[in-house]
């Protein structure tokens, strides 16, 4: 069984940092992709960002472009989620997602964490 443990999140004042961590549990990756997704209150979840296991590559939201970056650690599974100049709108749960497939955009997600509180005030 996969366990996917999410860390970091908080609450911060607009144009503040929060780094997001998730560790994987129950298997190695050397292959799929990681990443994260974000719901905020009323609206579905959408895709944030996400990189591969193997290459490095990344892909992101538009709107977080610039300002979020995500990175990994082979070693220890785990994904983390940087995050500078935040906005108000991106308050939100942050889920961390894994895929067994390299869809950098995490169509097919195989495992969700539980879910951390971002919350950015004005």
């Known amino acids: 069984q996969v366990h996917l443990v999410e860390s970091g999140g908080g609450l911060v004042q607009a144009g503040g940092s929060l780094r997001l961590s998730c560790a994987a549990s129950?298997?190695?990756?050397?292959?799929?992709?990681m990443g994260w997704f974000r719901q905020a209150t009323g609206k579905e979840r959408e895709f944030v960002a996400a990189t591969n296991w193997s290459g490095g590559r990344t892909y992101y939201l538009d709107s977080v472009k610039g300002r979020f970056t995500i990175s990994r650690d082979n070693a220890k599974i785990t994904v983390y989620l940087q995050m500078n100049s935040l906005k108000p709108e991106d308050t939100a749960i942050y889920y961390c997602?894994?895929?067994?497939?390299?869809?950098?955009?995490?169509?097919?997600?195989?495992?969700w964490g539980q879910g951390t509180q971002v919350t950015v005030s004005s």
């Open positions: 129950g298997r190695t990756f050397s292959s799929g992709a």
């Open positions: 997602a894994a895929a067994n497939q390299g869809d950098l955009r995490l169509r097919n997600v195989n495992y």
